[in-house]
T-cell receptor, first 105, second 110 residues
Framework: GQNIDQPTEMTATEGAIVQINCTYQ??????LFWYQQHAGEAPTFLSY????GLEEKGRFSSFLSRSKGYSYLLLKELQMKDSASYLC??????FGAGTRLAVHP | ETGVTQSPTHLIKTRGQQVTLRCSSQ?????VSWYQQALGQGPQFIFQ???????GRGNFPPRFSGLQFPNYSSELNVNALELDDSALYLC?????????FGNGTRLTVT
């Protein structure tokens, strides 16, 4: 199966750092994608981890441990515009329910 | 480079009717995937088309069907609409890497 678990909601303060975790039970796939989806808009690609370890892209970083079935998305220097849902997804096209992040002043 | 475009943007149908949603993939992308997204939920995979052939299907009944054309554009057809089919329908194209989504079609079934 490909069960994907993420926290439903998170809140954070502008300027802070937040980590969104994703755990999964799957077989036969390599790597994991993260997408951002603002309310009323389509998801947009954020990052892709094909190997274990940390991938850094500006304020956003993503980590993957395939042996543990675990990934996280790290957002630094939070801005109000980062308020959105964050979706983790393996390349098998299955998405988790997403984590709704609310950034407050 | 033209992105993924979907039409129509909004649609209202009556229970029992049929609907066709359309998607033009991003230039150079030969794979199209369709998703259903209910409010507050993640996108649910319906099916994927690769070079005009269905290449994977999620847990949706046969009344959800699709087509991909030689230019890689695609259609999603839903027969015998039910109230629970009300959702945002997303199309995404790719070449095997990240998915590039269209803005979706908001379908309301009354």
């Amino acid at each position: 199966g490909q069960n994907i678990d993420q926290p439903t909601e998170m809140t954070a303060t502008e300027g802070a750092i937040v980590q969104i975790n994703c755990t999964y039970q799957t077989s036969g796939f390599n790597g994991l994608f993260w997408y951002q989806q603002h309310a009323g808009e389509a998801p947009t690609f954020l990052s892709y981890n094909v190997l274990d370890g940390l991938e850094e892209k500006g304020r956003f970083s993503s980590f993957l441990s395939r042996s543990k079935g675990y990934s996280y998305l790290l957002l630094k220097e939070l801005q109000m515009k980062d308020s959105a849902s964050y979706l983790c997804a393996p390349p098998k096209l299955i998405f988790g329910a997403g984590t709704r992040l609310a950034v407050h002043p | 480079e033209t992105g993924v475009t979907q039409s129509p943007t909004h649609l209202i149908k009556t229970r029992g009717q049929q609907v066709t949603l359309r998607c033009s993939s991003q230039s150079g992308h030969n794979t199209v995937s369709w998703y259903q997204q209910a409010l507050g939920q993640g996108p649910q995979f319906i099916f994927q088309y690769y070079r005009e052939e269905e290449n994977g299907r999620g847990n949706f009944p046969p009344r959800f069907s699709g087509l991909q054309f030689p230019n890689y554009s695609s259609e999603l057809n839903v027969n015998a609409l039910e109230l629970d089919d009300s959702a945002l329908y997303l199309c995404a194209s790719s070449t095997g890497g990240p998915l590039h989504f269209g803005n979706g079609t908001r379908l309301t079934v009354t």
